[in-house]
DNA sequence: TGGTAAATGCAAATCGCTTGCAACTATTCT
DNA sequence: AGAATAGTTGCAAGCGATTTGCATTTACCA
């Protein structure tokens, strides 16, 4: 098999169903986070269609095995990106066209330690995003 | 007047009435961020009860003009904060109870410069959340 | 004080997402 | 390969957060 995500989902007990590998395929193909519609839009597009309750449950089921992260730009909705082979990243959004770009850069290592001294948490993750106009909206 | 919130609400045509008065109150009176259904409850609680609607009509004015800013920690529910009169900062919120602590620093200054170059975005704002564990859910 | 634009309350609608349940299907065990 | 079974799916219904339509009320300027 060889495939680090198929693996992760099989140690969990998990089936590889048609539906499901569509559906992966359609997040590991999609370069910027996405959303439930947006994954049932393109399985329909794919001629894989599956319902839009089976996305909803397997993105929550890959995001509990760390396989795919929740990435919310307060649109009222959320949007999931693979985690699996890519570096960890931000985004920043079009305020205009709501186009989102990816952001190569995290300014938190050395800041985390910094935020547990001072609230006595533990931190176990972070959200980072930037708003902002593209370049076409303004 | 004397009031800057007040003065900005004139400003843009907007009336200052009971019901308004009373959600602002208690805006100001939150440390931290709350939602539109604890706005409504402490509504009920000072006595000043308005519907959970003007409620919601009143927090998304208060964002228009840019008086209250939205603050998400992927709960299902947005949460605002006053922006007047407080000085920029972030959140950290506790995975275990969901309790909620200010966080008096940014990192991001200098970083939205670096942003603009790279992306060609004009860079307007950001958000940024912190999440972890408080002391007493470990 | 009257006129008017803005705001409110109520009911109903919408949206994103979740749950219950009976019908399937991938895997595992002979 | 075939049966047993645990996990999955689709459909219908439900739910919580937020929005909309509309008739009634209210702040506030002339």
Request: charged share 30%; glycine share 6%.
């Amino acid at each position: 098999m060889r495939d680090p995500m198929l693996e992760c989902l099989k140690a969990g007990g998990k089936k590889l169903t048609k539906p499901r590998m569509a559906i992966l395929k359609i997040l590991r193909e999609s370069p910027l986070p996405i959303t439930a519609a947006e994954v049932h839009e393109r399985l329909k597009k794919a001629h894989c269609a599956a319902d839009l309750v089976t996305v909803y449950r397997n993105l929550a089921m890959l995001q509990e095995l760390g396989l795919i992260e929740p990435v919310g730009f307060h649109e009222g909705q959320t949007r999931y990106e693979v985690r699996h082979g890519r570096r960890h990243h931000h985004h920043i959004q079009c305020r205009g066209c709501g186009r989102i770009a990816d952001l190569m850069l995290c300014p938190l290592n050395k800041l985390t330690e910094l935020v547990e001294r001072r609230t006595r948490f533990t931190v176990d993750s972070h959200a980072l995003e930037f708003f902002g106009w593209c370049p076409e909206c303004h």
